[in-house]
């Protein structure tokens, strides 16, 4: 059973900071990659970040790219998202996902498991 849960999400104003947690319950977590997607009120749920099993590997969606760092701690189960620079645009439901398959898509239906997602609002 595969439960992520996310934290970290908060209201901050633009050109502020956010660090977002997912705490991933298996016990195979070094075996998963991880990502981050995000969805705005009305729009299609999009691809933001995503890190191969070791760390090793990150992608960046253009619009986070020198913004947002994405980085794991398979000691702890868990992945992160560091977001500086926040700016109203930003502004989403923030959801973890997790995949046991090598260099997953970044499309959003491509991935198995979700966290039920944590709210982002980045104030002008």
């Given at each position: 059973q595969?439960?992520?849960?996310e ?5 901050v ?8 947690s997912?705490a ?8 998963y ?9 009305g729009k299609?749920?999009e691809?933001?970040s995503r890190?191969n099993?070791?760390g090793g ?5 253009d619009s986070v790219?020198?913004?947002f760092?994405?980085?794991r701690d398979n000691?702890?189960n ?8 926040l700016k109203?645009?930003d ?6 996902a997790a995949?046991?398959?090598a260099?997953?898509?970044n499309?959003y239906?491509y991935w198995?498991?979700?966290g ?9």
């Open positions: 595969v439960q992520l849960v934290s970290g999400g908060g209201l104003q633009a050109g502020g900071s956010l660090r977002l997912c991933a319950s298996m016990r195979t977590f070094r075996n990659d991880m990502g981050w997607f995000r969805q705005a009120p299609e749920r691809f933001v890190i099993w070791s590997s990150t992608y960046y969606a790219k020198g913004r760092t994405i980085s000691a702890k868990t992945v992160y998202l560091q977001m500086n620079s109203p645009e502004t989403a439901v923030y959801y973890c995949d046991p398959r260099d997953p898509s499309t239906r198995n498991y979700w039920q997602g944590t709210q982002v609002t980045v104030s002008s």
